[in-house]
Each structure stands twice: as structure tokens, then as C-alpha cells.
């Protein structure tokens, strides 16, 4: 069974700084490309962060400087590194996974076959 769990949302003020956690469980991460997604309230589900590994992360522009995707082939593990975090930063956040061959240009969430539960962050100012 295919299985992502997120941990480590929490409430912050703002400028604070959250690493968020995704283990997998049920297949290699290492050999999917994986991303974050954030819901905000009342916003659609928008990208993060994508990484495949091999190649260079990409960010959404609202996060670049600020927020780090890295991975744990070890642990199995995903995380996004969260600093100077704003108000409008407050989403719930989800790991998601796809495979394919062109899956490290997936951006869009209906691609992503396999998510968590997700983690809530919430930025307070």
C-alpha cells in the first residue's frame, strides 16, 4: 500500500521557520518525482516544491529563497525546509508523488497520483 504522511505543521508567527515531514511508505521515493502542495483558504491547490532527485528542485515564485525541498533516501522521507514564513503562508500542506518519465515536469496536482493527509501551517502576524 502506496502511502504518504506528512508531520511537523504547526502555528507560527510571522518571519518563523517549520520543517515539514513526508515518510513514504510502499514504494521508493527515490524513484518518483515528489513535490509540496499548499491549500490555502479559499485558494486553490497550488505547487510548492518539486524534486525528482537527479535534477534541481523548482519553486513556486512566492517560495524561492525561502523554502528548501530536500529528501532522506535513508529514511524514505521528503521534507521542505519552511523559513521566514509569511501570513500568507497559512495552507494546509501535502506531499504528493508521480512517476513517468516526464513526471519531473509535472506542475499540475492532477498528475500527482499518490498524496497524503496533509499538515497544517498557520502564520500568524
Known amino acids: 500500500l502506496e502511502q504518504l504522511v506528512e508531520s511537523g505543521g504547526d502555528s507560527v508567527q510571522a518571519g518563523g521557520s517549520l520543517r515539514l515531514s513526508c515518510v513514504v511508505s510502499g514504494f521508493i521515493l527515490k524513484n518518483y518525482c515528489v513535490a509540496w502542495f499548499r491549500e490555502g483558504p479559499g485558494k486553490e491547490r497550488e505547487g510548492v516544491a518539486f524534486t525528482n532527485g537527479d535534477r534541481d528542485p523548482t519553486y513556486a515564485d512566492s517560495v524561492k529563497g525561502r523554502f528548501t525541498v530536500s529528501q532522506d533516501p535513508d529514511k524514505n522521507a521528503l521534507y521542505l525546509d519552511m523559513n521566514n514564513l509569511r501570513p500568507d503562508d497559512t495552507a494546509l500542506y501535502l506531499c504528493?508523488?508521480?512517476?513517468?518519465?516526464?513526471?519531473?515536469?509535472?506542475?499540475?496536482?492532477?498528475?500527482?497520483?499518490?498524496w497524503g493527509q496533509g499538515t497544517q501551517v498557520t502564520v500568524s502576524s
Open positions: 504528493a508523488a508521480a512517476s513517468g518519465t516526464r513526471c519531473y515536469y509535472y506542475t499540475h496536482p492532477s498528475l500527482f497520483r499518490v
